[in-house]
């Protein structure tokens, strides 16, 4: 079956493409190397997935988790779609009876960590390999100054120089020019065709604010939010483990709701429960540092509060993308003083004490864009969608909730 929409239909139960889903498709089909820069949530997996179907030899995945691999592959296989993945949780018997599947072209998709490419021993193999396609998903950890940046994505170059006619697809939720040039760069991309979809949560209202007595503004916001008996839930990011205990004993003691906090400080279990807890609705409001949220899909989330600015822009569109996923107006708050940008400079240089100064410099830059945002006289919204290259004449819009410069709605 080599149809794109068919392949949507039978395998994925799907009626529709989003743009630029189709148009990805096709152009990887037609020969093109190609790059998706779609946010999280939206569909990437499936710009990949559906060449491979159609592709007659195997499609190569580059993941970056281990971790995901198993889900990921179970998943297609449970969809009738033949994946496999190596890496070093199987056994070596296992790994030769999936080299040999590959090799006699019993698989579409092979998922792989960037590391594990073409070390000598495997380097036969991957001669031997009928390989349709290489997609390399988040590619953006291929970006050499980027604050996650795996060096194993450069060995992707060896795949290239490999196979020279073999198109590649990447695909990213990072949107800036920049790191774009660069993944282009490192991957040896040929003329690629790139794809944007658009960043924007019209649903979020944008609003920064004065941080002064922080406890009463959480207050009000959490009375705006819930008052009524309002459904949904709220999340509201801490800098530090005692700021997030601290401000979950206030409102649960000085105010008519109740919260619990997560962080890295406490147990795995301690965690595992309370990030149940916030899914199944028993937990509301949770005060969390970053380390909170990670593929946090609720869809109800109302507010999301910054008790603290991010350390960048990404990291912030990042943090408010958790609101609103029902599509339902939400609020994104984000107390601004500037106590907290000194805070946030020395955290950067004591975490990169031992890191080139370069990469000190990105982070203080991306730190300084940050405070731009916060301390912006004009649309914020449109400084956010600049950020990842987008252009309107008109950013908060008519059907969107605002922001708190162009008036929330
Ligand atoms: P991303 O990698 O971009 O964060 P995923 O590939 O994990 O997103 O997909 C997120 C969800 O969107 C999945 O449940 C997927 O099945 C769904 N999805 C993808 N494409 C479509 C579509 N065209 N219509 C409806 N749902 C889609
Ligand atoms: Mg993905
Ligand atoms: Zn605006």
Not at 304 to 324: F, P
């Amino acid at each position: 079956m080599t149809n794109p929409q068919q392949i949507l239909k039978q395998y994925f139960s799907y009626d529709s493409f989003k743009y630029p889903q189709q148009e990805m498709i096709e152009s990887v089909l037609s020969g093109n190397d190609v790059v998706g820069v779609l946010p999280t949530g939206f569909g990437k997996s499936l710009c990949y997935q559906i060449p491979a179907i159609a592709f007659n030899g195997i499609t190569l995945v580059i993941s970056p988790l281990i971790s995901l691999m198993k889900d990921q592959t179970d998943s297609l296989k449970s969809k009738g779609i033949k994946a496999e993945f190596l890496n070093s949780t199987l056994t070596l018997k296992k790994q030769r009876e999936i080299e040999n599947d590959c090799l006699n072209g019993n698989v579409k998709l092979l998922y792989l960590a960037p590391e594990r490419l073409i070390n000598e021993d495997r380097k036969s193999f991957f001669e031997r390999l009928n390989v349709s396609l290489i997609a390399p998903d988040e590619a953006h950890l291929a970006n050499v100054w980027g604050k996650n940046f795996r060096p194993g994505y450069r060995k992707l170059s060896l795949l290239r120089n490999l196979y020279p006619e073999v198109p590649i697809m990447a695909v990213t939720a990072t949107a800036t020019e920049e790191i774009i040039d660069d993944i282009c760069e490192q991957l040896l991309l040929i003329k690629p065709k790139i794809f944007r979809a658009s960043f924007d949560r019209p649903n979020i209202s944008i609003e920064v604010t004065q941080k002064g007595y922080a406890e009463g503004k959480i207050r009000d916001l959490l009375n705006e939010t819930f008052d009524y008996g309002q459904q949904g839930s709220a999340i509201i990011y801490c800098y530090s483990r005692k700021d997030c205990s601290d401000l979950s004993y206030f409102i649960n003691n000085m105010t008519d709701h109740e919260s619990a906090f997560y962080h890295a400080g406490m147990k795995k279990k301690e965690r595992i429960e309370t990030q149940e807890k916030f899914f199944s609705g028993e937990i509301k409001i949770i005060i969390a540092t970053i380390a909170f949220g990670m593929g946090i899909d609720k869809p109800d989330v109302r507010l999301v509060v910054h008790h603290t600015m991010s350390k960048s822009i990404e990291g912030y569109y990042q943090e408010i993308g958790r609101a609103g996923r029902d599509g339902l107006p939400s609020r994104a708050v984000l107390l601004y003083s500037y106590h907290d940008i000194g805070k946030i400079e020395f955290l950067i240089k004591k975490t990169n004490q031992n890191s080139p100064w370069e990469k000190t410099q990105e982070e203080l830059d991306r730190l300084e864009k940050m405070v731009e945002f916060c301390t912006r006289i004009q649309c914020r919204r449109e400084m956010i969608l600049n950020h990842f290259g987008e252009n309107s004449s008109d950013y908060c819009g008519d059907n969107g909730s605002g922001c708190d410069v162009c008036g929330i709605k």
